[in-house]
């Protein structure tokens, strides 16, 4: 499709296991991000990848979480021994390019992974 | 410290009416801003964006207002539809502490539109 692509829509796990949720973006999208969406909050940033940059990693709450975005285009965000407050929607984006002053593009999400811990 | 936030948690209007929806930010540094539009079980879609450099920027049935002094943000919706209602947010663009950009998320509006 045309859109960003997440998968999969909905992932119930036990407390302790590991996950790992996909994204793929907008072909030709050099940025990417991952955000976290609370119910009824807002959107936390998590994790952003810009062509072949190092990523800023300045959202991830822990060190349990970690993301990889491979060939410049697919990504997976793991998160390891799962707890309960992970529990959320984790929405992928990403736009032609970012940065700078007036050198943005708006950011096209996907429609999330809801992920719920046991 | 420095966020994004709403005025209004929750809106009502009526059908035909037009909507005005209100943000506010306290980063003077921030030049780029968005509006997006979430319905429930979606992700947010892109509604409109406005550059630091503009007041006023016109899309299809609505309009942002960007009020640099004050620091504040509007989107307005014309002739307001069933469509419409879904929880709107305002995002900022502004420096990351690992020097780059991203996005800033306020908490949203919820706008409801009575028939």
């Known amino acids: 499709g045309a859109g960003v692509s997440q998968s999969p829509s909905n992932k119930v796990t036990e407390k302790g296991k590991d996950v790992e949720l996909r994204c793929d973006p907008i072909?030709?999208?050099?940025?990417l991000y991952w955000y976290r969406q609370s119910l009824g909050q807002g959107l936390e940033f998590l994790i952003y990848?810009?062509?072949?940059?190092?990523?800023?990693k300045s959202g991830l709450p822990s060190d349990r979480f970690s993301a990889e975005r491979t060939g410049g285009s697919v990504s997976t965000l793991t998160i390891q021994r799962t707890q309960q407050e992970d529990s959320a929607v984790y929405l992928c984006?990403?736009?032609?390019?970012?940065?700078?002053?007036?050198?943005?593009?708006?950011?096209?999400f996907g429609d999330g992974t809801r992920l719920s811990i046991l | 410290g420095e966020s994004v936030g709403l005025h209004l948690p929750t809106l009502s209007v009526q059908e035909g009416d037009n909507s005005i929806i209100n943000c506010a930010y306290s980063?003077?540094?921030?030049?780029?801003f968005i509006w997006y539009k979430q319905e429930s079980g979606k992700g947010p879609q892109f509604i409109i964006d406005i550059r630091s450099n503009m007041d006023k920027r016109q899309g299809q049935r609505v309009t942002v207002l960007l009020n640099k002094t004050v620091k504040h943000l509007s989107l307005q919706i014309a002739a307001t539809q069933p469509g419409d209602s879904a929880v709107y947010f305002c995002?900022?663009?502004?420096?990351?502490?690992?020097?780059?950009?991203?996005?800033?998320f306020g908490k949203g509006t919820k706008l409801s539109v009575i028939p």
């Open positions: 995002a900022e663009n502004r420096r990351s502490g690992a020097g780059s950009y991203q996005l800033t």
């Open positions: 072909s030709g999208h050099t940025a």
């Open positions: 980063n003077s540094a921030s030049d780029y």
């Open positions: 990848f810009q062509g072949n940059s190092a990523p800023d």
């Open positions: 984006a990403s736009s032609q390019r970012t940065g700078g002053r007036f050198g943005n593009q708006p950011q096209h």
